[in-house]
T-cell receptor, first 111, second 116 residues
Framework: SQQGEEDPQALSIQEGENATMNCSYK?????LQWYRQNSGRGLVHLIL?????REKHSGRLRVTLDTSKKSSSLLITASRAADTASYFC???????????FGTGTSLTVIP | GAVVSQHPSWVICKSGTSVKIECRSL??????MFWYRQFPKQSLMLMAT?????????EQGVEKDKFLINHASLTLSTLTVTSAHPEDSSFYIC????????????FGQGTRLTVV
């Protein structure tokens, strides 16, 4: 299976704290993306990082990529209750536009 | 931005019946679309790649006769769950990467299928 793994599986923090999620994958990639999913809803694209990039920022999001370790991390700073959702990393497995998703991290931000 | 629409959002059907789920790219064309399945509190599993004008490519372990995929135009792919059983109950999501843009894919809002 090309599915990656994420940790932690679940994370609960207080509003205002930072949340860090990690993703590990198995194959070489062209890019890695992070998505957010609210319960029972579709996916929202958050950020994409290419295999030749090491770090990327978007608003309160910071993504790192270590291709030698086949891992990525997503940092959400100054979390808000509205950030409560599941977060998935997805890799293209160097095969094109089909994505393989990690197992996901369920984030709960307590107001 | 690019929009992908799925219909229906929620469907309940009886065992043995077939259900069709549509995935439309509203403001762009897509030669390929992808169908995923998600069980509660689990990740998305790629089921198949839908190719416009040709046969779909199924992932290992996915029954092609059970999950019929048709990609008749550059803006529409359909997934038909045939002879549905309760174990087919799941959340089905499609995605479509726009042509001539970056690798970012856009996802439909998902279809929750419940087979009773």
């Amino acid at each position: 299976s090309q599915q990656g793994e994420e940790d932690p599986q679940a994370l609960s923090i207080q509003e205002g704290e930072n949340a860090t999620m990690n993703c590990s994958y198995k194959t070489s990639i062209n890019n890695l993306q992070w998505y957010r999913q609210n319960s029972g809803r579709g996916l929202v694209h958050l950020i994409l990082i290419r295999s030749n990039e090491r770090e990327k920022h978007s608003g309160r999001l910071r993504v790192t990529l270590d291709t030698s370790k086949k891992s990525s991390s997503l940092l959400i700073t100054a979390s808000r209750a509205a950030d409560t959702a599941s977060y998935f990393c997805a890799t293209d497995g160097n095969t094109g536009n089909q994505f393989y998703f990690g197992t996901g991290t369920s984030l709960t931000v307590i107001p | 931005g690019a929009v992908v629409s799925q219909h229906p959002s929620w469907v309940i059907c009886k065992s043995g019946t077939s259900v069709k789920i549509e995935c439309r790219s509203l403001d762009f064309q897509a030669t390929t679309m992808f169908w995923y399945r998600q069980f509660p509190k689990q990740s998305l599993m790629l089921m198949a790649t839908s190719n416009e004008g040709s046969k779909a490519t199924y992932e290992q372990g996915v029954e092609k006769d059970k999950f019929l995929i048709n990609h008749a135009s550059l803006t529409l792919s359909t997934l038909t769950v045939t002879s549905a059983h309760p174990e087919d109950s799941s959340f089905y999501i499609c995605s479509a990467p726009p042509l001539r843009t970056g690798p970012e894919a856009f996802f439909g809002q998902g279809t929750r299928l419940t087979v009773v």
